[in-house]
């Protein structure tokens, strides 16, 4: 895609960069390894903050974490019961760090690590295999029973057994991609229209009437993925749910 010769980059946004120079490259410590850091602080941060505060009304950084701590806690209780509370940590921490990892990337000069397929992929497997585990710890060899339902016909088994697993393990791809696929595409579209703003204002006296509308295209952009953010890291944390709710009650 080009204007007046002028390409539009979109793609490298994505690209690592070491950072903290010779060090952070012999390491192979980047932006990205940084942000998570960021994220992990923050959204410590945001929980030490609103539990020290502990006021009968709370204030907007404890209301904050409040809700995220109930929204959370409610998702877990309805999706696995009460024997969910001892999975929510372990939500809430995904659902935070994800969160956290794609709002930081809305702001400017920041890196957003959701984006990279990597980050997701090893989100997503330490997902499965948690649940995995915990599957195995409650239910022992029973656990394999989940590849053939109770009452099917043995005749079905060579069928069924092979999709099912096909299934239980694609769960790995759904969760990785979903998220990967979202967050590049927003982050494209964002870069193409703030581009085309930028190209179409230098068109001498008319330019600024013509990059009115990729302007205005871009602002209800930004407003779009702030709502994808929050929707995705939801996405991610309510499948992670339901995996654990099929690993404790196994159907």
């Given amino acids: 895609m080009a204007v007046e010769g002028k390409t539009i980059d979109a793609l490298s946004q994505f690209e690592l960069t070491p950072i903290l120079g010779a060090v952070g490259k012999a390491v192979s410590f ?25 006021a009968l009304v709370p204030g907007r ?36 760090f994800v969160l956290f990892g794609n709002l930081l990337g809305m702001l400017p000069y920041a890196f957003t690590f959701t984006s990279h397929i990597a980050v997701t992929l090893a989100l997503a497997v330490v997902v499965f295999i948690t649940v995995t585990v915990v599957a195995l710890m409650r239910h022992g060899m029973h656990f394999f029973s989940y590849f053939f339902p109770e009452g099917a016909p043995v005749w079905l088994a060579p069928i069924i057994i092979p999709v099912e697993v096909i299934s239980y393990f694609s769960r790995v791809v759904s969760l990785s991609v979903r998220l990967f696929a979202n967050m590049v595409a927003g982050h494209v579209m964002l870069k193409v229209f703030a581009t085309f703003v ?8 008319v330019g600024p009437f013509v990059a009115a509308m990729p302007l205005a295209v871009n ?20 499948l992670t749910s339901i995996y654990l709710h099929d690993a404790v009650h196994l159907h």
């Fill in 30 to 54: 980047s932006q990205s390894n940084l942000f998570m850091l960021v994220a992990v602080a923050l959204s410590a941060g945001l929980m030490l903050a609103s539990a020290r505060r502990g």
């Fill in 61 to 96: 950084l404890q209301a904050l974490g409040e809700s995220a701590y109930e929204f959370i806690a409610g998702m877990v209780r309805d999706q696995v019961g009460d024997e969910g509370k001892k999975y929510f940590p372990f939500v809430f921490s995904v659902f935070m």
């Fill in 198 to 205: 930028v190209l179409l204002g230098g068109l001498g006296a």
């Fill in 219 to 238: 602002v209800a952009l930004v407003g779009f993925e702030f709502l994808v953010a929050f929707l995705q890291a939801y996405v991610f944390a309510i």
